[in-house]
């Protein structure tokens, strides 16, 4: 059974950077067809995908956010982590990091991550706020 657990910081300053990272166990993050999200629910708000790396290595961004994110893994440590630059209060949210079984081809996958009921598994979640 695949589990996922997200970590980071709880409480990050305006303008700083967050780095959150998602440990992966029970799959590999190499499995072909398999993308790894991150996703944030900022409160009182709907689920807003954040981005994505496939199995390949490659990575997708949200347009809004693409300026500031980046997500990387760590094959040996299966790990997925997502850092956010010069952070502002409407980064408040939850972050989750969560796997969906997909094809896509690179202009159709940024859309196709975005269907949250197709994510077969999740983590808890981490709360990341931002404040000074």
Do not use: M
Not at 4 to 20: M, R
Not at 46 to 63: F, I, M, N
């Amino acid at each position: 059974q695949v589990q996922l657990v997200e970590s980071g910081p709880d409480l990050v300053n305006p303008s700083h950077t967050v780095s959150l990272a998602c440990s992966v166990s029970g799959a590999s993050i190499t499995t072909k067809n398999y993308f790894w999200s991150w996703i944030r629910q900022p409160p009182g708000k709907e689920l807003e995908w954040v981005g994505g790396v496939g199995s390949s290595g490659k990575t997708y961004y949200s347009p809004s956010l693409k300026s500031r994110a980046s997500i990387s893994r760590d094959i040996a440590r299966n790990q997925i982590t997502l850092r956010l630059a010069s952070v502002t209060t409407e980064d408040t949210a939850v972050y989750y990091c969560a796997r969906i079984k997909r094809t896509c081809l690179d202009s159709d996958c940024p859309e196709l991550l975005q269907t949250f009921d197709d994510y077969d598994a999740w983590g808890q979640g981490t709360q990341v706020t931002v404040s000074s």
